[in-house]
């Protein structure tokens, strides 16, 4: 049964660095590319970035300066961290399975906030 | 950047109504385009992928259809557990979500 999971800290104070982590069950991470997916209060879905089957990475070209995307095979887990939060970054990080983004975590809620 | 525009914003329908909610995306997308449906404190659920293909398990009154650069979600008889938002994403370059249509009951 695919699942995956995200967790981290639900409070991040401005200027410093998030870090979710996406551990997935019931497929590899070398099989089939991960996605970040974050989506402020009652607002739209955003696409952070992609880390490949391969190991390559993509991001979102508004926020490529502040990201990472990496990963632990051995242990099945892909690791989000963006750094110089501001209060616009709280919302919803959700990771979710390609190919289509066929199945998501629950996603952490993140408050950015002093 | 490829740019999604999505409309309507809000729709209200009754059930049993069709209702179709459309994305335009700001050049060709060659049909690479999602649906998606997000329940409230939920996470978004796949509908549809490439343009016109039903996951697995959704019922068959969701249906898309589309090319070039304008696509449809069409509800053909609204039941009452489909409120809900619906968020179209292209895949062709990168990935850009529609800004969301909230869907509730007249």
């Known amino acids: 049964q695919v699942r995956l999971k995200e967790s981290g800290p639900r409070l991040v104070q401005p200027s410093q660095t998030l870090s979710v982590t996406c551990t997935v069950s019931?497929?590899?991470?070398?099989?089939?590319?991960v996605s970040w997916v974050r989506q402020p209060p009652g607002k739209g879905l955003e696409w952070v970035g992609a880390?490949?089957?391969?190991?390559?990475?993509d991001y979102n070209s508004a926020l490529k300066s502040r990201l990472s995307i990496s990963r632990d095979t051995s242990k099945n887990q892909v690791f989000l961290k963006m750094n110089s939060l501001q209060t616009d970054d709280t919302g919803t990080y959700y990771c979710?399975?390609?190919?289509?983004?066929?199945?998501w975590g629950q996603g952490v809620m993140v408050t950015v906030s002093s | 950047d490829i740019q999604m525009t999505q409309s309507p914003s809000f729709l209200s329908a009754s059930v049993g109504d069709r209702v179709t909610i459309n994305c335009k995306a700001s050049?060709?997308?060659?049909?690479?385009l999602n649906w998606y449906q997000q329940k409230l404190g939920e996470a978004p659920k796949l509908l549809i992928y490439?343009?016109?293909n039903l996951q697995t398990g959704i019922p068959s009154r969701f249906s898309g259809s589309g090319s070039g650069t304008d696509y449809t979600l069409t509800i053909s008889s609204l039941q009452p557990e489909d409120v809900a938002t619906y968020f179209c994403?292209?895949?062709?370059?990168?990935?850009?979500f529609g800004a969301g249509t909230k869907l509730e009951l007249k």
């Open positions: 490439n343009t016109n």
């Open positions: 979710a399975k390609h190919p289509y983004f066929d199945y």
């Open positions: 880390i490949w089957k391969g190991g390559s990475t």
């Open positions: 050049q060709n997308i060659n049909k690479y």
């Open positions: 994403l292209q895949h062709s370059s990168r990935y850009t």
């Open positions: 019931g497929f590899s991470v070398t099989s089939y590319h």
